[in-house]
């Protein structure tokens, strides 16, 4: 090869660079049909680019139904765990054809990201409102696994804050999208079952439990697992793999809440429509003979129980009224009081509580900034309810709540319970 010098006389440039930018204009320009949104393909200009937070084994299902989207672009993951990190951008790279998706340990990095519109948050429950605030600051909506709130002042914390942002906001509460139990909280709501008088949820057990520490074990690198951002306002404590892999982790002011929260933030939730989506009960008794009974105020019961129910499957519903009842679970039927209750409607049947109609119901309300069915407001009463409940369970005693002033009528150790201290710096 020549050293000789190969620079081009300044004139003789600009006249290739001209010829070759006229050539560049009358040449046709080629675009995918899929960047015009044909073929059944959604222009870029139209879709929602999501991002996730804590995504393991709830957090990949619902990942998987947000990837069904044709409407949705994931490009960005953010996990307190490598594997899952390399996990989950493995999925993404996969399913568009590219390296795109963008891996975060540090989840105020992906917040920061100007082009994401709305997060998926599937981290532990200790994290689910802290996260969920944040985002909504962040300027992002959000889908946001249960139970999400861990006590009664974050819920009423976590509704101001959507309320005063504008964010779109949806518990994964999905059974509130699937037709069978909507037809049952429509009778329930619009009085075909004669004047309410009791709704049935199932806690999947009922233990109001303390979290505490396991053996300490050896902490893993910050790369590998961030331990200290996995506590994140959960009290610390030291590192052990269970508490890391554990879903019952920190769930609620200090009682990791059992059944009660647990299965009580989807049971209850349906209750809570039925009646029509008003404020939570205002009585709370302990259990008696396998029941916990709460009333509302226009003294409609609210019953959690174990037993007793038709075999219709896990997460089981019922409600009843002065002249009809209506009862409904996983498997996707209804068993009625009377056919009639149909009035010639047929019901689809959609068993095993999907949550694609529910990811698509969020998608939309995204779009129209409308309110989606498992909202801030809906969560927050659904879930004071079941932190009111599980505290008397706590207490062995029978609790009045206050719904206006958002304490325990003259009971000093509900009212410590209705919310605890956040670990710094995640205070809300």
Known sequence: MSKKSTQVPRRQFLKTAVTAAGA????????????????????????????????????????????????????????????????????????????????????????????????????????????????????????????????????????????????????????????HFAFACELARTGKLGALKKVFAHPAGMQAMMSGWLVPETEPDKEVVDWDMYLGPAAWRPFNAKLLDGFNFEKGGGLVGGGVLEWGSHCVDLCQWAVGDCLPPVEYDPPKDGQLVARYENGTELIFRETGWIPLGSCPVRFEGETGWVEAGDSGKLVLSSPELLAGRTVDEIGGYPATYHVRDFLDCVKTRSKPKGNADAACNAHIACHAANIALHLGRQVKYDNTTHQFVNDEQANRLRSEALREPWRV
Not at 101 to 123: H, P, Q, W
Not at 137 to 143: I, S, T, V
Request: charged content about 25%.
């Open 24 to 179: 560049a204009v009358m040449a046709p320009t080629i675009i995918p049909s899929s960047a015009l949104g044909r073929d059944g393909a959604v222009a870029p200009s139209e879709r929602i680019v999501i991002g996730g937070i804590g995504i393991g084994n709830r957090g990949t299902y619902d990942l998987g139904c947000f990837l069904e989207q044709k409407d949705v672009q994931f490009t960005a993951i953010c996990d307190v765990k490598e594997t899952r990190r390399l996990a989950v951008k493995k999925l993404a790279d996969e399913k568009y054809g590219n390296e795109d998706c963008k891996m975060y340990g540090d989840f105020r990095e992906l917040l920061d990201r100007s082009d994401i519109d709305a997060v998926l948050i599937a981290t532990g429950p200790n994290w689910h409102a802290t996260m969920a605030m944040n985002a909504a600051r962040a300027g992002k909506d959000m889908y946001c696994e249960k139970p999400v709130t861990k006590n009664i002042s974050q819920s009423l914390i976590l509704a101001e804050t959507m309320r005063r942002t504008g964010r779109v906001f949806q518990a994964g509460t999905q059974r509130r999208n699937l037709p």
